[in-house]
Every structure is written in C-alpha cells, then in structure tokens.
C-alpha cells in the first residue's frame, strides 16, 4: 500500500510538473544548540521562527514547497561538521540557519562554500565570517562581534568608562568579541588594563571577578554568551563590582539572559541588540505568533533574524526558481534589497554582511518594568551605515579593492 | 606588598579563600556521592541532576508558596530526598548484587531524564534567584572584598561535612551502616532492616546534593544544565579522594578547590583541566585514590 502511494505521489508530482512548471522544492535546516547553554537563544525557537516564515511565504507563493529539520550540534564543531555535511549530501538541505556558536559556525561555512549550497547565520558572533573567513555561500544576518563591540564599547567609553578590563571566553567568538571591543575602546579613546580567558561553560567566576576587581578598571567588559555571562553579573553583584564604581557592559547579552538574571540584578546593564520584541506594533503581533509555540518565553533578536533571513532566502528562491546552487542564490540575496516586518528593510553586503540599524539598551530598574518582558528602555539607536564594520576594513577576499 | 612568582601576595590571598569556598561545594556533592558509593556500592551519575533538582526546588518554594531561602533550605533537600527515596526503592534495589556499570548507567539516564524535563519545562537560559537579604553585603578583609554569603557557605559546608563525617564514623548509626556494607546479612541477623538503611541512605546523599543545590542557587546561574558541567569535577574530586571515603571527600574537595583556584590566577584557560590533570597523576601513583584503602 505504502509503496502504492508513493507511486501515486510521483505521479502526482510529474502530472503537476507539466502544468506548475515553477514548481520549487526547498529543504531548510535548523543547526543550533537545542540541548544546552544557546538553546533559549536559538535552539527550539529559531525552528519555530523559521516555521513562521515559511508559512507566511507560502502564503503568498504556493509553488515554493519548503520542508524544515532540525539539529543539535551540541557545541562541538565536529558534530557540527558531521550533521552538516549529512544534510548536505544525504538529505539533501539547501541551506543551513542561525547556528549559535562561532566555532561550529565557522566549521560549517566553510562545508557549505565546499557543497555549494547556502549558510545564513543568525546565532554565531565572530566577525570573521565576513571577515578573513568569509565566502560567496554564507551570509551573516543579525548582528556580530564588530557591532556589538561599536555599540556598546563606544558608547560606554563616551559617557565616561575608558579604562577596561575583559572576561572573555576562551574561544573563537570570544576572542574576536574581545579583540573587536579593544579595538573600539582604543579607538574612542580608551585604554585596555588587563584580561582573563576563562573555559566556556565556566560555574564560578569570583577568581576573575577578583582580579577584574583588582585591575581598578572602570568597565570589566564581559566577551562571554549566555549562562557565562548570567554567573558572571550575578556573581559580579555579590562580590560588591557595581557598589565599589565599576561597571559590567554585556558585550552580548540576550533578553533571555536578561530574563534568567532577573531585572534587580540586571538592572542598568547597558547593551546592544539589533532586534527588541517590545520595540514597535509589528514586532509585538510577531511576538504573539510565536509565543503560541514557545509559550511564556521571549524572542530574542537570534530567532527574530532566522525568520528574516528565511524570508529573504525564500524571495531570492522564488526569483531564481531554483534553490540547488548555493553561489547563485546567495548572489540573488545579494542584489534583491531585504524587506521584512521584523527588520524593515535593508541589504546583503558584497561581502555577506546583513546590514540594518543596531540599538543601544539599557535593562530597566524593577519599578520601571510594567509587565512581564518589560526588559530595555531605549539609549541611542545606531543607523545602519554606521552598525557595522566598513566594508573594506574585514579584509574579505571577496571585497577585491 | 610582596609579589610571589609576579602575582601580588594579596590577590593571592584573596584567590585561596575563593579557592577554599569553591572546595565547599565540591566538597559537599562529592561527599553525597562518597555516602552513596560507601554504602550503596552505586555510582550515582544522577548526583549533577539532583543537585539542579535542589536549586529548581528553591525557585518553586519561592514561586508558589512565596517562602524564602532559609526554609528552602529545610525544605528542598527533604523534597527531593524523597524523589531519591522513590528511585532507591523503584530501580536502585533490584542492582546492588549487579555489576557497577548497571547503577552508573541507570542513574545516567535518570540525570538525562530529570535535566531533559527540567529543559522542557523551564528552558534553558536559567531562573533568578537572589541572595537573601539578611546575608547580602559583605566584608572587606583588606586583601579581598568578602561576600557575607561566601562566608555562610564555607561555614554551613563545613559543618554539614563534619557532621556527616561524624555520624557515620563515630556513632552507634553509622556503626550499622558501616556494618550493613560490609555483611548485610549478619547485620539482618541482629534485627536490624537493613534494606530500610540503606534506602534512608540514598535518601540522604540524594538530600546533601539537593541542599548543595540550595546553597548554590542565590550565586550560579539556575539552569537545568548546572549540575552535568559540574559533576564530572566532582567525580574527578571522588576518585582522587578515594572512592567512598568520606574524609577523602571532604579533604580532596576543599583542596582541590584551591589548586583550581590558584590556576585560575596563574594559567586561567586551564583551569577546568587542572584537576583532570591531578586525576591522572594520583591513578598512576595510588590507583585507590589518596585516602582509598585497597580492595
């Protein structure tokens, strides 16, 4: 019977070819972290973002057949590699999403440039990947390393926090957010004191609290993500940081992080973020789509950007009517401008590099937050010539010139 | 101020006492886990799951009954001390007379079901939980800033590693016990339900990891996770202490502690492998662990 059906199905599907002769079949994978410490900030999420994506294109394009899995890649840029080469080459994927984690993201663009196919990175930071690593299959969408170090490092050296000092994790995102920040600070003026490179996944921080404390540093910039930097605030406030006059800037603090610290903890934390679910009507009503699949949770601007980034693929497949060669989409990004209710409109960089605006927030005090979710008040907003890093300073080889 | 290998002596200072604080916790979980393979013979890999089920307890305490950390304290331990009770009395029992590996990967699994439940349920990121008010501030000893909640954790693990130490050392119950593990029927034979003890006896080190959990909410992030990136750590700290030894367990965690702590100051991005490093070190010289006796 099984066997019958599928014969139907075939059938169907060549008796369809003749007269839908657009007819485009694409395969999207969803690699994030599903399991562990990224998981609230892509994970589960960025799948249900990249669902609300589809849906709402095929809406309007019925001949676009989109089918969506998931994978975990645990953190490890070998697991990684392994699902996505699978994908690749088994299920036949046409393009990989957001991925958390530089490290795995770096394995993985560099599997996709090999393949062909397209990388669209929303969770990974590391500059790099429009930078010395970048190629003409992977496009870095929502935010990375450079802007968030433009964003709040000058901002913060501007009011004042020109001597720092940095907790960062030892790994290819951390390192790059470390090296990007210092190079802003400098550049504004600042000056850099010290360092500390602690092991990712890191339970106590109260060594390095220590001798961020001990270096009288003004701003201890913390080039961590997630449960990193969720130990390093709390336990900042318990050692005295903030009352003793020095100050943490999240260099990449999400509104889940924000969440799991609670806001008297939080409070007054400055940050940059490109996406804020709470910031106009349209991000609101999005907030509300997705929430009925992740109750009681908050986007952050990760999944907002899967859903973008998804979008802007489908448009540039539909356009194309075709979705198997990698370099050939990516270029079609490329040319056609972005437009969607989340980010409102923009462009792909010849060097892969998603530009919009950036916003500086800072996390608001308990009585000034109304409602659950009430996280950030508005500091400065950041136009998006400026957000993120001129294009001739990444040293990407395909900007010749 | 003098400077040792280019540190200066109070930042050293100050990195001992953090070192001895840290040990404090190490100290405590592997010294549930010390109990439970003592006594039970079982490698409890669900020790990680069971102390995130401790601090999630504290946050629910919070949540729905609106009581804070002091009863927490009571409170959460007792409640998943009784989960323990349940899965002594569900699976662990049937394996006692099984090998090892039996125990080590059914509590595996548990610790992969309780964290996995946890991560539907409450997500990844973590829950806040705050310090009490009544230990907020802290002091400033001139070479460091003391959190007073610091100082409330090294007492309150001190105190609950010596007591443990001494009941079952020292007093009449821990005679049995001792008793009870090394010829279960005899001991049977003097009218003493050693089923029952060893069942308690779970529920005991399952209740210590739970209250680690407790002390441990209020300063680390609160994420199904925090368990499984520290318990291998404190298995590391079990096995150079000397598998089920409890004064090996104690000594080996507060040490320990402060070897971690003073790499973090000389070669940080070692730090969480500098303990595996000592592991290798003690097997090779003493297979049994420092203060292990050999089978």
């Known amino acids: 019977m099984r066997r019958f059906m599928g014969l139907a199905a075939l059938a169907a599907v060549l008796a369809c070819g003749g007269a839908h002769a657009q007819q485009v079949n694409v395969k999207i994978g969803v690699l994030s972290d599903m399991s562990s410490l990224y998981s609230d900030i892509g994970g589960p999420g960025s799948v249900a973002a990249a669902k609300l994506a589809v849906e709402d294109f095929t809406k309007s394009n019925p001949n676009v057949k989109v089918e969506i899995i998931s994978g975990d890649h645990q953190n490890k840029p070998d697991i990684g590699s392994q699902i996505a080469n699978q994908w690749f080459d088994v299920d036949k994927v046409d393009m990989i999403v957001d991925t958390p984690n530089s490290g795995v993201a770096l394995a993985v663009s560099a599997i996709t440039a090999a393949k062909n196919k397209v990388f669209l990175v929303s969770g990974a930071a590391a500059s790099d990947l429009t930078g010395p690593k970048c190629n003409a299959n992977t496009i870095h969408w929502t935010y990375d390393t450079w802007m968030l170090a433009n964003g709040t490092g000058t901002a913060l050296v501007k009011t004042g926090g020109d001597t720092w ?227 001739k300073e990444g040293n990407c080889p395909l900007v010749s010139g | ?91 662990l029992q049937w394996l006692y007379k099984l090998d090892h590996l039996y125990g080590l990967l059914l509590t595996f699994g548990l610790a992969l079901i309780f964290e996995g439940v946890a991560r539907n349920y409450f997500g990844s990121a973590g829950l806040p939980y705050t310090v009490p008010e009544s230990l907020r501030g802290g002091l400033n000893l001139g070479f460091m800033f003391l959190p007073n909640y610091r100082a409330w954790v090294v007492a309150a693990s001190l105190v609950v590693c010596f007591g443990t130490w001494f009941v079952i050392e020292r007093t009449r119950l821990g005679a049995y016990l001792r008793a009870a593990t090394e010829n279960p029927t005899l001991v049977r034979a003097f009218g003493i339900n050693v089923p029952r003890m060893i069942t308690l006896t779970y529920g005991f080190g399952v209740a210590l990891a739970a209250f680690a959990g407790v002390m441990a909410a209020p300063i680390y992030n609160v994420s199904p996770q925090m368990g499984s990136e520290l318990i291998i750590v404190v298995f590391a700290v079990v096995v150079i202490g000397g598998m089920g030894s409890i004064l090996g367990a104690i000594v080996t965690g507060f040490g320990l502690g402060v070897i971690e702590g003073l790499t973090k100051v000389f070669f940080p991005e070692a730090s969480n492998t500098v303990i595996f490093v000592i592991m290798a070190i003690v097997l090779l010289v003493r297979p049994a662990g420092l203060f292990g006796r050999r089978a």
Do not use: C
């Not at chain 1, 010290?194 to 701003?219: C, E, W």
């Not at chain 1, 900042?236 to 924000?258: H, N, P, R, T």
């Not at chain 2, 010390?34 to 039970?40: R, T």
């Not at chain 2, 305490?61 to 998943?80: D, E, F």
């Open chain 1, 165 to 391: 000092f940095f907790l960062t994790s030892d790994y290819a995102f951390g390192h790059a957010l470390e090296r990007d920040t210092a190079a802003a600070v400098e550049k504004a003026g600042g000056k850099v004191l010290g360092k500390v490179r602690h092991p990712l996944n890191t339970n106590d921080f109260s060594s390095f609290l220590l001798q961020a404390q001990s270096s009288k540093a003004k701003i201890i910039g913390l080039a961590n993500a997630g449960g990193d930097t969720i130990n390093s605030i709390k336990q900042g406030a318990e050692f005295g940081i903030v009352k003793g006059g020095q100050k943490f800037a999240g260099l990449l603090v999400f509104a889940s992080d924000v969440a799991a610290l609670g806001l008297p903890t939080a409070q007054g934390l400055t940050l940059t973020e490109t996406w804020y679910w709470d910031m106009n009507d349209a991000n609101r009503a999005w907030t509300k789509r997705w929430q009925t699949e992740r109750p009681g949770k908050f986007p952050t601007m990760v999944q907002a950007g899967v859903y973008s980034a998804v979008t802007h693929y489908l448009k540039s497949v539909a356009a194309l009517k075709a979705s198997s060669d990698g370099k050939a989409v990516v270029a079609e990004m490329k040319k056609l401008p972005t437009d969607d209710p989340l980010f409102g409109k923009g462009t792909v960089r010849a060097d892969g590099r998603k530009i919009h605006p950036a916003y500086l927030f800072e996390v608001k005090a308990p009585s000034e937050s109304k409602y659950p979710g009430d996280f950030y008040k508005l500091r400065a907003t950041i136009p998006a010539d400026q957000a993120f890093r001129p294009l």
């Open chain 2, 1 to 91: 101020m003098f400077e040792i290998f280019g540190i200066p002596s109070t930042a050293l200072f100050g990195q001992l006492l953090i070192g001895l604080i840290n040990g404090s916790f190490y100290a405590l979980l592997s010294l549930g886990l010390a109990v439970i393979f003592g006594m039970l013979n079982i490698i409890n890999f669900s020790h990680g799951a069971q102390y995130m089920m401790g601090a999630f307890a504290a946050y629910l305490i919070l949540q729905y009954s609106g009581l804070g950390y002091w009863p927490a304290l009571i409170i959460a331990p007792i409640l998943v001390g009784i989960t323990g009770i349940l899965v002594e009395r569900l699976f």
